[in-house]
Each structure stands twice: as C-alpha cells, then as structure tokens.
C-alpha cells in the first residue's frame, strides 16, 4: 500500500527556505537533506496555520514565531520523542543561520539558540547481573594479563577508566597497619580522593607496576603504559573487554562504566553506609548516587527483615504533625524526588519491555520538571 503524499506546501517563505536547504544539502546525504527539507515543511505549515500574516523574513520574531513553534512541538498529541524534536530544531537552526548569511539578515541566525535544542536524556548503564558479574572476573583472572588487572581493579575499586589510566606508580598508599589505600588523581569532576582496598587489589596494583616495568617504554611515572595518546589508551582497553564479552559469549554489550556500578551496589549490599558510597565513588551529589546503585526487592526485603529482627534502637511513635517537612517549593523539590525514587525502584524490578520503557521516560520528564523547578528557587545566602 503507497503512502498518501501529502499536498504541496505553498507559502511564501518556501522559495527562500528551499534555497538554504540546497546551499547546505551541496556536502550532506540525501538522508540528511530530505530532514532538513521536512523540517522546513513543519515550521512553515505552523507558521502559515498560526501566522497566516507572515510572508516575509523580515516579520519573523522569536517570540511569538518561533517560540509559538517550540510550544506547539511540546504540546504535540501524541508527544513527540526528544531526538525528532531535537532533529527539527537544528535543521530549521542551520537554515536560519543559512539565511542570516545569504540575505545579510544577521538577526535570524539568533531566532533559535542553542539552548532551545533539549538534550537527549542519558541513561547510565546498569549494574551487572551476579552471572555476568562472576563469569566476567572468572574469565578476567584466567587470563592474567594486562587488560585483565586493569579491569579486575576498575571492578574492586569503583574508580572511572579515565580515572585507571591517570594513576601513578606510586598510587597505592599504606594508611596503617595491614591497611592501604588508591590515590586516584584529580577526575572528572576535578576532585582527588583515597580509596581503600583490600590485599587482593594490592596484589593487582603489583601486577600492574611488573607489567609497566616490562614495557620498552620509558618510565613516566604512570602505573599503565601510554603506547600513544590517552585517548587511545582508552579505546585500547574498551576493545579488550569487547573481546572478553564476545569470548563469554554474553548477549548484551559490556562497557567499562558498568564495573563502577557493580562495585557501587556491592559496597551499599555489604552494608556501607550511603555517604560512605558517595565518598568511594568521588561524587558530590546524592542524586547521582541514587543513580549508580541497582537495589532490587530482594534487598530491601532482607533489609526490611534485618530491620525488624535487629532494631538498632526504639524510636517513639511518630507524631502526626508535618512540621518537619520542608515548605514552599523545596517541599514540591523533594516530593518529586521521592516519587522519582519509588517510581526507578518498581521499574527495577519490571522485565525490558515496553513499561519499564515508559515508566524510564516518565522517570526522565520527572527530572526535567526538578531540574525547572530548581531554576525558579531563590538563590542561596
């Protein structure tokens, strides 16, 4: 069955637009121009049914034309996903750009901001399974080379990739008797922290200094060998763990970040406090720890029954006053939060179908409504 075409689109503005289109479609796919093309289409279908007045580019304003625009892509029935809007949003950027050049209009290139664009959320990867999580280490310790302790120590420390390659020689830092600690360098959030390890990662750390002391290259004073850039470093041992996966013959992609994951939910089920996780993993906000741990129901089973069984001490009923609840937007703030909480916590427990996509997609619009409502609360004395 042949799809409907749809009528042709006559509006003034269309010429022009059409001509930007073709100066920048002359180094682009033919995928790509027929998006901007399409993108073209729905502003000026808006436009034309909301504006009919406007003809020229002279009478385009931000507000209301191109605001009225990003209200309507919004308010969509059904809503539209996050990569088709922000697809139409560059497209009809880029064409106005090309537009400020070619008509010596300077003004339209700053109708649409970069700003407006809304990112894509990002989804951080999952802890892994106990299967993977021991097959993964099993296959890691046979093998016993230099990929295999670099991982092995990524899993029993929580440290980034980023963070392994940075570590010096000298990372491993006796704090006392029988008890040692990693240095791990200045990382992505521009902090330097101590993690403490066991013997097990002291005898990975040793590992890792023979293997450097093995290597033609010249001493650095870094613990793993630069045989180029950082960078390819990275790509280096990515690539290893995709051999390792592959030789596992694991169904689902594994990626460095996950082994921070695994160790973060195995610190808090060992009974490390939550602060004391947010410390290890070098993070300043709880949110983003909230995020790394994987806790499912069987955890809080156990540590409902643990509760009951062994109280820690005996608090009094409590009252039915909400004094001690927070007013005004905060207490909106941390109403959201905990229904985000309780809602990632069910989800958790769902199998990959499509609700735990769409309870993922509301958990992702209860954060964008924090993250506005947050925009809107006075400023800290």
Not at 154 to 168: A, P, Q, W, Y
Not at 358 to 369: A, E, H, M, Q
């Amino acid at each position: 069955m042949k799809r409907a075409r749809r009528p042709p689109l006559a509006h003034p503005l269309l010429p022009l637009f059409e001509r930007a289109v073709d100066s920048l479609g002359a180094a682009l796919e033919p995928s790509t121009v027929r998006a901007y093309r399409g993108a073209v289409r729905n502003f000026l279908t808006y436009l034309s049914t909301a504006y009919p007045d406007v003809g020229q580019l002279d009478q385009l304003r931000r507000d209301p034309h191109l605001l009225g625009w990003l209200t309507r892509l919004r308010s969509h029935t059904p809503p539209l996903s996050t990569a088709y809007c922000i697809l139409l949003l560059v497209c009809v950027r880029g064409v106005l750009a090309e537009l400020a050049v070619v008509e010596q209009k300077p003004d339209l290139a700053h109708l649409l901001r970069r700003e407006d664009v809304p990112r894509l959320p990002k989804q951080l990867p999952r802890a892994l399974t106990a299967e993977q999580d021991q097959l993964l280490q099993q296959e890691l310790l046979r093998r016993n080379d230099l990929g295999a302790n670099v991982f092995l120590l990524i899993r029993h420390t929580g440290i980034r990739i980023g963070e392994c390659v940075d570590l010096r020689e000298d990372c491993l830092r006796s704090m006392g008797s029988d008890q040692w600690a990693i240095h791990v360098p200045l990382g992505k959030l521009k902090t330097e922290r101590m993690v403490p390890v066991d013997s097990f990662v002291c005898q990975l750390v040793q590992r890792l200094r023979f293997f450097r002391s093995l290597d033609p290259l010249p001493a650095d004073g870094l613990l793993l060998a630069r045989p180029g850039t950082r960078q390819a470093l990275i790509r280096q041992l990515r690539d290893y763990l995709h051999q390792v996966r592959h030789a596992l013959a694991l169904p689902n992609v594994i990626v460095p970040h996950q082994l921070r994951h695994t160790y973060a939910t195995e610190m808090l089920r060992s009974g490390v406090s939550f602060p004391a996780v947010m410390k290890l993993l070098g993070h300043s906000s709880a949110d983003m720890t909230m995020r790394y741990v994987q806790i499912t129901l069987t955890d809080l089973q156990r540590e409902f029954q643990q509760a009951r069984s062994h109280p820690r001490h005996r608090a009094p009923q409590p009252r039915t006053s909400r004094a001690s609840l927070r007013t005004g937007l905060a207490g909106v703030i941390d109403s959201l939060l905990a229904a985000q909480h309780l809602l990632a916590m069910f989800r958790r427990s769902l199998p990959a179908d499509a609700p735990h996509r769409r309870l993922g997609r509301l958990s992702n619009r209860l954060t964008k409504i924090v993250s506005e409502l947050r925009k809107l609360a006075p400023p800290e004395k």
